[in-house]
Nanobody, 123 residues
Framework: QVQLVESGGGLVQAGGSLRLSCAASGRTFSRYNMGWFGQAPGKEREFVAAIIWSGDRTYYADSVKGRFTISRDNAKNTVYLQMNSLKPEDTAVYYC????????????????WGQGTQVTVSS
């Protein structure tokens, strides 16, 4: 069982930065691939970024490549999402999730989800 708690969301102007954190409970965090998903009002939850259990490989949605960076610290049971050059279209609730599957771009294989943190980017 893994419990996930996101933090770091907020209101920021376009071009600004935010760093999201996702703290995991349990001693098995390092076995999970971790993902970040965003859900805007009236839209489905969409893949943003993912990192495999070892941290050696990362994946990004085309819309965030070059602007967002996912990282993890297995010693601290935490995964991060550094968000730079934010755009109004990045506005969403951001969720972190944990999965043992390598199908990291789809939300379906993820077993555990956090409660989400709101990111609002003003123009």
């Amino acid at each position: 069982q893994v419990q996930l708690v996101e933090s770091g969301g907020g209101l920021v102007q376009a071009g600004g930065s935010l760093r999201l954190s996702c703290a995991a409970s349990g001693r098995t965090f390092s076995r999970y691939n971790m993902g970040w998903f965003g859900q805007a009002p009236g839209k489905e939850r969409e893949f943003v970024a993912a990192i495999i259990w070892s941290g050696d490989r990362t994946y990004y949605a085309d819309s965030v490549k070059g602007r967002f960076t996912i990282s993890r610290d297995n010693a601290k049971n935490t995964v991060y999402l550094q968000m730079n050059s934010l755009k109004p279209e990045d506005t969403a609730v951001y969720y972190c999730a944990a999965s043992e599957s390598m199908l990291v771009r789809s939300p379906r294989p993820y077993d555990y989800w956090g409660q989400g943190t709101q990111v609002t980017v003003s123009s």
